[in-house]
Nanobody, 123 residues
């Protein structure tokens, strides 16, 4: 089973950009779908974006369409989330997740999680 480590979070002003990365500290990601979820204080962890093992299927939450882009680099064993035009409501802990092959928008379908990285967007 892979182990995931996120990086790239931080504090940014509204309208700014951040790029999150998620790397496998063990195992290979090539047979896994990869996803990003976020959790704001007092709320449940929510789907952000996901990509299938072959990159052929991508899902985005409506709240991030046109602003966030998920991508993967299997040669580097990483998945990325490029976040542009950030808003204060994008603030939260961002988690990387993995599951075999096919992407899903349902949190309960994902079996492996990273520890999360904090993103804070100031107004």
């Amino acid at each position: 089973q892979v182990q995931l480590v996120e990086s790239g979070g931080g504090l940014v002003q509204a309208g700014g950009s951040l790029r999150l990365s998620c790397a496998a500290s063990s195992g290979t990601l090539s047979t896994y779908a990869l996803g990003w979820f976020r959790q704001a204080p007092g709320t449940e962890r929510a789907f952000v974006a996901a990509i299938s093992y072959d990159g052929g299927t991508i899902y985005d939450a409506d709240s991030v369409k046109g602003r966030f882009t998920i991508s993967r680099d299997d040669a580097e064993n990483q998945v990325f989330l490029q976040m542009n035009s950030l808003k204060p409501e994008d603030t939260g802990v961002y988690y990387c997740a993995a599951r075999p092959f096919m992407a899903s928008v349902s949190r309960s379908d994902w079996s492996t999680w990273g520890q999360g990285t904090q993103v804070t967007v100031s107004s």
